[in-house]
C-alpha cells in the first residue's frame, strides 16, 4: 500500500509526525495491537485470557467488525478465531462504479483476513461458549468441561 | 453521532470534571484519506464508550481522545496480549477546513471523523481553451 504525502507542507512537520508515531510505537505498552504494523511478527488478533473455576474467557479487539465478519469455533482445547475485514475505506462506489480519486496521506488499519489458533489450558464444553461483540471487542467465554473444573475431595478419616 | 465546533470540545455527558489520568493511554491506528472536499479520519478504537469521544479543531489541528472504560475478564489472567485504556491522538491538518461542519460518527469500535475544506479551497478543474 502506497502512502501518499501530498498537501503536508514543511518537512519539519512530517519529521515530528514520524517521530510522534516512533515515540508511541515505543512508548505504547504492551504491544501494539490491531492490524497493521506488529513488531512481534504479525500474530493477529492480540488476545487476553483469563481463567476462572468455572470458565476460560478470551477477549480480543476486532474493530470494525460485526458478528457476521468472524468465525468462532472450539474443539476440545482449541479455539480458532478467523474472519477479515473488507477494505471499504476507499471511498462510495461497489456495482462497479468508477471510485473517484482520493489521495492516502496516512494507511495504518490493515484490511484483510485473519485466523488465529490459540490452544486453551483445559478442555472445554464446546457446546456452551457464548460470544458477543461489542463495539469492536469480541469476548469468548468458555465454561470447562465438567471434567475439568476442580471437584472437592471428601476426605474420609478412618 | 458526535459533532464539534471550532474551539470547544464535545461537551461529555455524566463525566467529572477533572478525569482521573490512571490508566495508560494508547494512539489509535489512523487511515487518513483526502477526497478532495474533505479528508477523512478513520480511527480504530474498539472498547471506547460512544458518549466519551471528544473529538477537537482548534489552529488547525484535530484531535481525537476517546475514553475507554475499564474492562475486567473472570478469573485470573493467563496471558495478556494487549492494554486496555484511552485512546488519544492529535493530526496538524492546516487552516483550510471548516471547523463548523465537521462530524463524527461511531460504529463497531471505528471512529470515522468527516473534515470538510472550506469552498473556497476546494479543487477546482479549470477548463483549458484551444
Given amino acids: 500500500m502506497q502512502t501518499y504525502r501530498a498537501g503536508f507542507a514543511l518537512p519539519l512537520e512530517e519529521l515530528r509526525d514520524e517521530l510522534d508515531r516512533l515515540w508511541g510505537t515505543l512508548s505504547a505498552a504492551p504491544p501494539l495491537h490491531g492490524w497493521g504494523i506488529r513488531p512481534d511478527g504479525g500474530v493477529f ?114 | 453521532m458526535v459533532t464539534s465546533t471550532a474551539t470547544q470540545t464535545v461537551p461529555r455527558t455524566g463525566a467529572t470534571a477533572a478525569p482521573a489520568e490512571a490508566n495508560l493511554t494508547y494512539q489509535p491506528h489512523v487511515d487518513i484519506c483526502d477526497r478532495g472536499s474533505e479528508v477523512t479520519l478513520v480511527a480504530d478504537v474498539p472498547g471506547a464508550q460512544a458518549d466519551a469521544i471528544d473529538v477537537s479543531f482548534e489552529d488547525g489541528v484535530l484531535s481525537l481522545r476517546a475514553t475507554v472504560p475499564p474492562r475486567e475478564l473472570a478469573g485470573r489472567p493467563l496471558r495478556q496480549e494487549f492494554g486496555i485504556g484511552d485512546y488519544r491522538r492529535s493530526f496538524r491538518l492546516g487552516e483550510d477546513f471548516d471547523a463548523s461542519q465537521i462530524t463524527a460518527e461511531y460504529r463497531r469500535g471505528v471512529l470515522t471523523i468527516h473534515v470538510p475544506r472550506l469552498p473556497a479551497v476546494r479543487p477546482r478543474k479549470i477548463e483549458v481553451r484551444g
Fill in chain 1, 45 to 158: 488478533p492480540a488476545v487476553n485470557i483469563h481463567e476462572s473455576d468455572a470458565a476460560v474467557t478470551i477477549e480480543a479487539e476486532l474493530p470494525g467488525l460485526d458478528v457476521g465478519d468472524v468465525d468462532i469455533s472450539v474443539t476440545g482445547d482449541e479455539l480458532v478465531l478467523k474472519g477479515s475485514r473488507p477494505d471499504g475505506n476507499a471511498g462510495p462506489g461497489g456495482n462497479g462504479e468508477t471510485k473517484p480519486a482520493v489521495t492516502w496521506h496516512r494507511r495504518e488499519r490493515g484490511t484483510g483476513a485473519f485466523e488465529r489458533h490459540i490452544t486453551l489450558p483445559v478442555a472445554v464444553d464446546s457446546g456452551r461458549v457464548e460470544a458477543s461483540l461489542v463495539n469492536g471487542v469480541l469476548t469468548v467465554t468458555c465454561p470447562k468441561a465438567p471434567e475439568a473444573q476442580p471437584h472437592k475431595v471428601q476426605v474420609r478419616t478412618a
